[in-house]
């Protein structure tokens, strides 16, 4: 090989099993010369797998689909390698909840948004990530779950995740979706509350996973090796606050500077309602029912997309 | 010019000034390519004040085409530009303009370059934008290499008089005995000279200063 594969991710708790793939000497073990990618945010993701700019990125599969399909201007020839994290998303508003609890689904649901809403001085201003992810899904589903209508009743916003906690600190954004840490990070600061998540609205969705560009079949089965054995490290109990350790540091010293008390707690089931679950398994048909079901009902894409994906 | 502009063309009425938003944080290099771009009468060059999200601007100026560093992390909200200006969900536009030019977004993409297109269709004349910034942004990259270099050699000519100064309270010699020996020492190792004066300082510690 001539030069190591670049893989692209964003500074979040679920990319962490490629960095501790690099940290640990996983690729090294496997054949594998990697280089890891921090990209800004997830257009700099897809537009790199598109363009040939990186060779594989820990993407959701909304956003992966649509690269795929040329939606965002230029077709990729990608495939999911295999699947590195499932739930994790939080639903966070800014400002105190009217009630104690997450918010359940229903009437009770829609008289806690009233409730905050009139605490507001505007439409809702909620972010997420990206149009194309599984948090806007998720939003949408859960603002279905409590009568609230997306188009209407808020204002949706975009953004990347790391930039969410100065956003809500300067009030430029009510609330919204986001992946770990940043959810609880805004939680721990005082700056939101949780009212819902992956677990509540999908429970165990998959979340992040590793597609790969055709032009690296070659190495595939050796990264997913890697990547296996990475997932393994994460899943362990006793690893958490070496990998809660290992994002925290400055990316400089291999971590992706993520806050570190937060980044722990969202590996900690018994610390949030919505942990990080790292799975490596092969990308199932059923993982992509509700997203393409959704993706569908939105217009992004149609039954030929479906065919031509085979999803 | 970077179009053929029909307003030249007798007889084919005048067609309005494209409108090209210059999205790059670094403000040296935004305004360059702006001065570049304005040569052409064709063209309505525009630039986002520092501090405004890009998808406020675009909304303002409602641009033909965008010119944007990807370095911007606020360059997502171009992909959901017509969801989030329209009541409905809607498939977004914003494309990039050059599809039948593969080699020329990936040469753009190479040096932190990209191009959206936010109407239905695609402006025909997009491709020398894109190449004109492609240019500038080369001509950046490798003045900001030159610059590094030189920065590199005056902090290396630093060490070199400071070990120099240290070498010569030590041992009693000339500056031109001093450097002699950090020469004969590096060529001795297979060193730069600036390596050695780097270890003789850390050997011997940094109090070279008179």
Known sequence: MTRPLRIGLLRLTDSAPVVIARNH??????????????????SNIADGLAWKMLDAAVIFPPLAIMTALGRRGHPASLRPLCTLSRGGNTLILRGTNPLATPW?????????FDRWRHT???????????????????????????????????????????????????????????????????????????????????????????VISDTITDSADRLKAALHDAVFYCRARENRQAIAHDLARPPEEGGLALPARATLATLDETTTPEPVTFVAENVTNPDYEWITQDMSALGWIDKNDRQTLRI | MFTD???????????????????????????????DLRADPSLRVLSIPAGTALIDAVRRYQPDVILVDMGRADRDALDSIRALSQPALERPVALFV???????METAFDIGICSYNVLEAPPDDVKPLL???????????????????????????????????????????????????????????????????????????????P
């Open chain 1, 25 to 42: 000497g996983l690729f090294a073990r496997h054949d594998i010369a990697a280089e890891i990618v921090v990209s800004p945010s997830w």
């Open chain 1, 104 to 112: 359940p689904a229903g009437a009770q649901g829609r008289q806690a």
């Open chain 1, 120 to 210: 507001m001085d505007r439409r809702p201003r909620l972010a997420v990530v990206h149009m194309y992810s599984t948090h806007l899904l998720i939003l949408r589903r859960f603002l279905g779950m409590i009568g609230v209508d997306m188009d209407s009743e808020i204002e949706l916003v975009v953004m990347p995740p790391a930039d969410m906690i100065g956003a809500l600190a300067d009030r430029a954004i009510d609330g919204g979706c986001v992946g770990p840490s940043w959810g609880t990070e805004a939680c721990l600061r005082g700056l939101g509350f949780l009212v819902g998540g992956s677990s509540t609205v999908m429970p165990s969705h998959l979340e992040k996973l590793l």
């Open chain 2, 5 to 35: 502009d029909p307003a030249d063309i007798p007889g084919r009425p005048a067609r309005p000034p494209m409108t090209v938003l210059v999205a790059d944080e670094n403000t040296r290099r935004a305004r360059a390519l702006s001065d």
């Open chain 2, 98 to 104: 050059d599809r039948d030019d593969v080699e020329l």
């Open chain 2, 131 to 209: 190449r004109a910034a492609i240019a500038l942004y080369t001509r950046f990259q490798r003045t900001r290499g030159e610059l590094t270099e030189a920065q590199r050699q005056l902090a290396e000519q630093k060490l070199i008089d400071q070990a120099k100064r240290l070498f010569m309270k030590n041992e009693n010699t000339t500056e031109d005995q001093a450097y002699r020996w950090f020469r004969r020492r590096a060529m001795q190792t297979a060193q730069r000279i600036a390596a050695v004066a780097a270890d003789y300082l850390a050997a011997h510690g940094r109090d070279g200063t």
